[in-house]
DNA sequence: ATTAGGATGACTGGCTAG
DNA sequence: CTAGCCAGTCATCCTAAT
């Protein structure tokens, strides 16, 4: 969870810089390079050295797909001295020419013609994508793979890229997506400045001569360009034909219900998976409702092109929490914990009620976030309201609303507001009180775990479909485990709980969690890994044959460049570490393999 | 070294008036 | 249909205090 703690390396995308070895070596994706299913043997090395003489250089890129004759002319025209330039440059070529043709049959549109709307439709037809046009042909992937691994991208990262354009895609719009989500993450220089520094998103936007060329490309189309949406471009199998383009085709229900909430009426959707998505083994995805434009559809298109299911946590607690599940679960028959949380803030937390004055319309607190309010600023909501006498004009009641709602203030005395206690977050999550509290955690840290975590009862609700169907217990792949949400909920759930894997980056998260496991006398077998990246085929497959397969894979990625919240880098889906999304589709994917071996 | 404080908007969707 | 308004958001980084 504790994402942005980790990895301070500067992990810009140079060509031919000496660094490049030390950050192929050093970098997440070793490891996860030599995993299965695809084994490639390029360690290619010559590429670092490549940018030195002309001759190799060109042929590097003759060797990725492009004509002589172009090469050629793109390094006259940019010089030899940047090679990423040269790459930009004859990719510019090659989409100019590739929008020629567009009206015939493009390498990228591989199922679909004609069904632009499928996603507008009814959950019903999402299934038969990926089907006939779309069969690899594994020795092609390889090939591609191999020439990608040679142009110096991570083996793992032209796998995704493969994943994400299909297997028809050309190795030139594979690399284009790569470099693209690359340049997403890492607010590229193409100068190679120092960038630790945050980057004006204005000057980022129009600094990058790739950009221009792009934006040239791209038909004036966007006031604002979000990576998401090239990438969705280049990969999207609608991205052919449809002009009004990339507005996103997942629209999010109002009210924010799902498939069902408890005591909400409604007439239980049915829905038909897609062939790829049913399990086992069942596996359950969550993060942020409200991302940027396109981010959940991308997601869908790669957990099997399931239809998100939108729940706002407000249904099961007195707190909103607009999330998306995606989730290959039953839909029916589903029940909630009990007992049921209030959902109102004066019945959650009643010493509230008495201060609580009448002009405050709140009865359910906003979104419980990460950070809260300093002592300063509920001080000075104090003074002001004693200063205005009672009731305060207009004003200052706005003022002091705005504050409640923005930092989720509630009243504990005349004229005072303060933020949220950590047990009471526990509280409102679902987690046992003192779940985080202990172990050498600070207050700051307590309030940044439980603000990254899941609502229980939200996520024990869809889980409660399990319970009937595993009467003896589960094995658990817990991905992003953060401090245990879906551990608590399944337990809370009396879901036996056989092999848990939990991965998860923080040390103190990890802590919390082996202490949870430890008091709460379970008798299965808690195993904690650190890193998502460091889990390879190789040791899934060895988990797996250990206990015969995982029931449940389940895990929210990290949101950081997706939240709202997030002034500086909410840049989407490839930012830096929300990108991790493709590890957990990556090991589930992993899993479902394996495991369809096995069977 | 660790912790808390304080400053830092933008994107998105819903709503409504025109 | 559009423009304008409104509300809400699993955050980040630098600095000061401890």
């Not at 009814?122 to 040679?150: A, H, I, R």
């Not at 985080?436 to 990254?452: E, F, P, Q, V």
Request: proline share 6%.
């Amino acid at each position: 969870m504790d994402w942005m703690t980790d990895s301070e390396e500067d992990e810009r995308f140079e060509w031919d810089t000496s660094d490049e070895e030390e950050e192929m070596s050093k970098g997440n994706n070793q490891e996860g390079s030599s995993a299965p299913p695809i084994s490639v043997s390029v360690p290619s090395q010559e590429f670092v050295e490549a940018g030195s003489s002309r001759s190799s250089l060109l042929l590097h890129f003759v060797g990725m797909g492009f004509s002589e004759d172009t090469v050629a002319k793109a390094i006259k025209d940019n010089g030899e001295g940047q090679p990423e330039v040269i790459l930009e440059t004859l990719l510019t070529y090659a989409a100019i020419e590739k929008s020629s043709l567009n009206s015939e049959q493009s390498p990228l549109d591989c199922s679909l013609e004609g069904e632009e709307d499928v996603l507008e439709d009814d959950d019903s037809d999402m299934s038969n994508f990926e089907d006939e046009g779309c069969t690899e042909k594994s020795s092609d992937k390889d090939m591609k793979l191999s020439m990608l691994v040679e142009m110096g991208f991570p083996l793992d990262e032209a796998s995704s890229a493969i994943d994400r354009c299909g297997s028809t895609a050309s190795v030139l719009e594979l690399a284009d997506s790569i470099h693209a989500a690359q340049l997403a993450a890492e607010s590229v220089d193409i100068e190679g400045r120092n960038t630790s520094a945050p980057v004006p998103r204005s000057s980022f936007i129009n600094g990058s001569s790739i950009k221009k060329k792009r934006n040239l490309l791209e038909n004036q189309r966007l006031n604002r360009p979000v990576h998401g949406h090239k990438i969705k471009k280049l990969c999207s199998r609608q991205s052919e034909v449809n002009d009004e383009g990339f507005s996103s085709l997942l629209k999010i229900p109002m009210p924010m219900i799902g498939f069902s909430v408890p005591n909400q009426k409604t007439q239980l959707a049915h829905r038909k998976l897609p062939e790829a998505a049913i399990g086992p083994p069942y596996f359950y995805y969550e993060n942020v409702a409200l991302t940027p434009k396109g981010v959940w559809d991308t997601m869908s298109r790669f957990l099997y092109d399931i239809e998100p299911e939108f729940v706002d946590s407000k249904y099961f607690c007195a707190a909103n929490r607009k999330r998306g599940y995606i989730h290959n679960l039953p839909i029916q028959n589903r029940f909630p914990l009990l007992p049921l949380q209030p959902r109102t803030i004066k019945e959650a937390l009643p010493m509230t009620e008495k201060w609580w004055p009448a002009w405050d319309p709140r009865t359910q607190l906003n979104c419980l976030q990460t950070s809260i309010s300093s002592a300063k600023n509920t001080e000075r909501i104090r003074s002001t309201l004693v200063k205005s006498g009672d009731p305060p004009p207009e004003r200052v009641r706005q003022y002091v609303i705005n504050e409640c709602k923005k930092w989720n203030l509630v009243w504990v005395g005349l004229h005072k507001v303060a933020p949220l206690e950590p047990d009471e977050i526990e509280m409102l999550l679902g987690f046992p009180k003192n779940h985080t509290r202990g172990g050498g955690i600070s207050r700051t840290d307590r309030y940044k775990s439980l603000g990254n975590s899941f609502q229980v009862d939200t996520v024990a609700y869809h889980l409660s479909v399990l319970k009937n169907m595993f009467p003896n217990g589960i094995n658990v792949l817990s991905l992003f485990s953060g401090i245990g949400g879906a551990e608590v909920a399944l337990h809370r759930l009396g879901i036996h709980l056989k092999n848990v894997v939990s991965v998860e980056l923080s040390e103190i998260n990890r802590n919390i969690i082996r202490a949870w496991w430890e008091q709460t006398d379970q008798t299965g077998n808690l195993i904690e890994l650190p890193d998502v990246q460091q889990l390879n085929g190789d040791k899934l497959a060895q988990m797996i044959n250990s206990f015969g397969g995982f029931d449940l894979v389940i895990g929210g990625s990290p949101c950081n460049n997706l939240a709202g919240s997030n002034r500086l880098s909410r840049i989407g889906l490839e930012g830096k570490q929300s990108s991790l999304f493709y590890d957990y589709f990556r090991i589930l994917d992993l899993v479902k393999n394996i495991m369809g071996k096995n069977i």
